[in-house]
């Protein structure tokens, strides 16, 4: 079983940026971070293969301002989130995959992952 473990959340101002980690123990394909807001569904932000030199994946609302990267030893993956919005506010999960694509969800589908972290809250004021 994977584990995963979120920190660097917080309160930013519009326009700044924050970094978000997740430690991760055990091995995974794929990863991701998703965010939620309370009545809302959870939504996939991004999403790396953890052994390919695939290009990663990002909704279309982060593209150009979060960047997701792992780190050499696959030990820790982290979010970049330059330029936040108010809107980009929200409990922030890691998210891992351990087995191969099966077609059926693509890289930024909640059911395409089967670990998750407790997540982390940021909040970005205006």
């Known amino acids: 079983q994977v584990q995963l473990v979120e920190s660097g959340g917080g309160a930013v101002q519009a326009g700044g940026s924050l970094r978000l980690s997740c430690r991760v123990s055990?091995?995974?394909?794929?990863m991701a971070w998703f965010r939620q807001v309370p009545g809302k569904e959870r939504e996939g932000v991004a999403a790396?293969?953890?052994?390919?030199?695939?290009?990663?994946y990002y909704a279309d609302s982060v593209k150009g301002r979060f960047t997701i990267w792992r780190d050499n030893d696959r030990t820790t993956l982290y979010l970049q989130l330059n330029s936040p919005k108010p809107e980009d506010t929200g409990l922030y999960y890691c998210?891992?995959?351990?087995?191969?694509?099966?077609?059926?969800?693509?890289?930024?589908?909640?059911?395409?992952?089967?670990?998750w972290g407790q997540g982390t809250q940021v909040t970005v004021s205006s």
């Open positions: 055990g091995y995974t394909y794929m």
């Open positions: 790396i293969y953890t052994g390919r030199l695939t290009p990663p």
């Open positions: 998210a891992a995959a351990q087995g191969a694509d099966s077609g059926r969800y693509g890289p930024l589908d909640r059911g395409r992952y089967d670990s």
